[in-house]
């Protein structure tokens, strides 16, 4: 439901409720004067916003997968556009609620249900104030708007006059050095890093811009001392804990800091005892290092916290499996299932096991035993099915399931999947109608085009099948299949690179087809 009208306001709203995405959508475009890009969840929405300038964010506070407060908590605590206006819409907020909210600097709430005029006057009234600021605040503004428009040169330009027309601040000091970042100038980057933190030495965004510049360019050690006093001074961010704890354990054979990681984690968990990512990556942490209760323990609750994921189960299992035990991982679903047979997403767990034991016929039969009305599990089901048949090499039931999939998430990939399966059968005719379609949807894969090379060639194009194998060698000039079906295509001596390659056994056509003189390469 987004637009893009030039000179518009741009507005962001969040809310895991359709309904209310339309009809905010519609209060604000009827208006004439804005631009709404809708989000369901905080974690989506925050991904963008990274990326993109907005005049006004509209969040409901509770949500699944991040509630609104992380949505404020993220735009106030980011080193640009942090005094973006944020609106709160809440059908119960609490007193408590508001409070919190002023605290992170909330720019006005709305309670549910609301008219629509009064929304729009929400709206119109902190926009107001937020694009009426003093002119430092202005030039600051504009200058944060061209970096986040990519004009990185244009706001270099605006951020250095900024800093040299006057005292610099900590704000402006760090747009400079992201936008030196963006340009590859990394150490000047971290030198106004540097400036921000001694002008304001608890502006935390600038710990926050100067370990992202470090961790972007691989210098994960030294990010340490920035994510350190980042979270000393805003520690409610278990992601960024979690990351500090990663780098403390690449590193643990330093002293002391195991003991850190387990720490960091350890302050996570108390902020966050509910987060699946959270829960599971310390289930990992206990497990490799020979505490497998623990891991079982956190993998479990990480079950019970979120009862509609499988991530927690499917972390376990791998995590028997990789011990060599892979009838535990069986067990485990089992038991499950022993308690309450209607899990159908356990049924699809213990199959994925079952898949990776070779264990073929048991995974077919756990898969069946998923309703095709279990509508969300149905895409996963099929490629599952897809997978598992034509490793039995039964392809026609392979076809109808990856077709299946294909009609429900037309990727090129799958697109892709199901072509290469009517290859295997030599069935070059429907074959090339796939890669056509997954070719237009992915023109650069050089691996799409080759195979749709393979099939104009054993239908006798030659044309089009050279046309097809130049083109997957521009794209990737070392593919040696790529270099010797063109060869032989041509009549012309095969490049040295190429004739250490293995020979690669070419398949037949079937009578759907006119056989060639040549039989096309084998397919990738």
């Known amino acids: 439901m987004s637009g893009t009208k030039t000179n518009h306001l741009r507005v962001v709203v969040i809310d895991d409720q359709l309904n209310m995405r339309k009809a905010l959508y519609r209060i604000f475009d009827r208006t004439g004067h804005y631009t709404v890009e809708d989000f369901g969840n905080a974690k989506e929405a925050i991904a963008w916003l990274k990326t993109h300038g907005v005049d006004l964010v509209i969040t409901d506070i509770y949500m699944p997968l991040g ?4 949505v ?3 735009i106030r605590g980011r080193a640009m556009q ?4 944020v609106l709160f819409i809440s059908g119960e907020a609490t007193k408590e609620d508001i409070v919190r909210s002023v605290d992170l600097g909330v720019s006005d709430y709305i309670l549910k249900p609301f008219e629509p005029h009064d929304i729009v006057q929400k709206a119109e009234s902190v926009i107001a104030k937020y694009r009426n600021p003093p002119e430092n605040i202005k030039k600051l503004r504009h200058a944060e708007e061209l970096f986040f428009n990519e ?10 006059a900024i800093n040299t027309s006057g005292k610099p601040t900590a704000r402006s000091l760090i747009g400079l050095a992201q936008t030196e970042a963006k340009l590859g100038n990394v150490e000047a980057a971290l030198k106004h890093v540097d400036e921000a933190i001694e002008n304001n030495s608890m502006y935390y965004p600038a710990y ?17 001392p920035y994510l350190a006093k980042e979270l000393t001074i805003n520690g409610k961010q278990i992601h960024r804990r979690m990351a500090l704890a990663d780098i403390y354990l690449e590193n643990s054979k330093t002293p002391g800091y195991y003991d850190k990681a387990m720490e960091q984690m350890k302050f996570a968990l108390h902020d966050d005892p509910t987060d699946e990512t959270l829960l599971l990556r310390y289930a990992e942490i206990m497990w490799s290092t020979g505490n497998k209760e623990k891991g079982i323990h956190y993998c479990m609750k990480a079950r019970r916290q979120n009862p509609d994921s499988t991530k927690s189960l499917m972390q376990l299992a791998n995590m028997y499996i990789q011990d060599g035990h892979p009838i535990k991982a069986v067990n485990l679903f089992s038991d499950i299932l022993n308690k309450n047979a209607n899990q159908y997403d356990v049924y699809l767990c213990r199959a994925k096991v079952f898949e990776k034991m070779n264990e073929n016929e048991k995974a077919i039969s756990d898969l069946n035993k998923i309703p095709k009305t279990v509508v969300v599990l149905r895409l996963e089901v099929m490629k599952a099915k897809g997978r598992i048949y034509a490793k ?3 392809l026609p039931e392979a076809i109808a399931s990856c077709e299946e999939v294909a009609n429900m998430e037309p990727t090129a990939d799958n697109l892709a999947r199901v072509g290469l399966l009517f290859i295997r059968m030599k069935n070059y005719r429907n074959a090339l109608g796939w890669y056509e379609q997954s070719t237009i949807m992915e023109p650069d894969h050089p691996k799409y085009v080759y195979n749709l090379g393979c099939c104009y060639e054993a239908l006798r194009d030659k044309k089009k099948a050279i046309e097809c194998y130049e083109r997957s060698l521009n794209l990737d000039p070392n593919g040696k299949e790529t270099q010797i079906a063109l060869a032989r295509m041509k009549g012309t001596p095969l490049p040295a690179a190429a004739k250490s390659a293995p020979k690669v056994a070419s398949p037949k056509v079937t009578a759907s087809a006119s056989p060639s003189k040549t039989a096309p390469p084998k397919a990738s």
């Open 67 to 70: 509630d609104g407060f992380e």
């Open 72 to 74: 404020l908590a993220y």
């Open 82 to 85: 942090n005094d973006t206006p």
């Open 151 to 160: 004009k990185f040169d244009e706001a270099k330009a605006e951020f250095e």
């Open 208 to 224: 926050s811009a100067g370990a992202d510049i470090l961790l972007a360019n691989k210098k994960r050690v030294e990010a340490i």
């Open 392 to 394: 039995m090499g039964k």
